[in-house]
């Protein structure tokens, strides 16, 4: 699934500085992701993990060092946002499908609006990935309609319309119980498998540990350990063995 490191990372973060008022939330922060990766960024609440994917897809700008995604300079004020947007899918914890459209016009609206698409490629467009997170039946549904779960899964498949280069997932199950988690998951899992490049900032580790090639662990706004998977059971610092639950320190 991933590339040789020699390739080019898709997202490319070098000394990322940003601060809040007074609270510096990213302190310095340096990390790649590469083609085909999927790279799980974990931490407390508070470490920053969060903002630094905001920085990636500029909902955030950041007040030092340099992000570049895509072969772009995000960090630079001149930087194309709808060329970006084009490239980079992102999911939140809250849906944000908007509740006055059907989740067929809440898909095709940015493929007909941003890329020019006509209407009827871009309903073939919502059909397709509707079956690729196993909604295809609620095409005409309201979100209102759908579960917690259900609407989740209908916002990825919203980004995927978009045919991005990589997908940020900013604790996409955070607000969902138990079972409706597990469903979209599956979809994240069944994305990985297909070599989607993805990001994901979750408190799932479970989950993390099995889908992820790569762990960032973020504490205090830097990132303090990262590594395999591996890393969760065996982790060469203080603080990450505390976050996971363990006292294991690796010798």
Known sequence: MQQPASSTPIVSLRDVQKSFGSLKVLDGVSFTVERGEVLAVIGRSGSGKSTALRCIDRFEKVDGGEITVCGRRVDLPDVDLRALRQDVGIVFQSYNLFPHLTIEQNITLAPCSVKRMCLSEAKALAHKVLAQVGLEEKI????????????????????????????????????????????????????????????MVTHEMGFAKGIADRIVFMHRGKVHETGPASILTSPTTLELAQFVGTGNLKS
């Open 140 to 199: 005409h549904a309201y979100p209102e309609q759908l579960s917690g779960g259900q609407q989740q899964r209908a916002a990825i498949a919203r980004s995927l319309a978009m045919q991005p280069k990589v997908m940020l997932f900013d604790e996409v199950t955070s607000a969902l119980d138990p079972e409706l988690t597990g469903e979209v998951l599956k979809v994240i899992e069944q994305l990985a498998a297909d070599g989607m490049t993805m990001m």
